[in-house]
């Protein structure tokens, strides 16, 4: 299983998530981290804002698929509690379980 964490330097929200997410994973995979520096890598690895976490190269928003907004900015994640600058826990271990 292949877990990565995709973001820009100086964004909060990837240091706020990366230990939820090591957490979460345990020790199923190492987390990769991996910087997005330009608008030209955003559109093409398809980055969605900061942080973006992708298991086995989805991410672990199912909405995404749908989206093409792709850029350097913060990233919101949109849920039934409303919004958060971090995917709820249970779409990550979603995605981990149908990784694994």
Request: aromatic content about 8%; glycine content about 8%; hydrophobic content about 35%.
């Amino acid at each position: 299983m292949k877990v990565e964490l995709l973001y820009f330097e100086g964004c909060p929200g990837y240091e706020e998530l990366l230990p939820r997410v090591r957490e979460l994973v345990g020790d199923r995979a190492e987390v990769e981290l991996r910087v997005v520096e330009s608008v030209d890598e955003a559109e093409r690895v398809g980055f969605l804002g900061s942080p973006t976490l992708l298991v086995n190269g989805e991410d672990v928003d199912a909405s995404a698929a749908d989206r093409s907004d792709y850029g350097m900015k913060c990233r919101l994640y949109r849920t039934d509690e409303g919004q958060s600058h971090a995917p709820p826990d249970e779409w990550i271990c979603r995605a981990l379980d149908g990784a694994a």
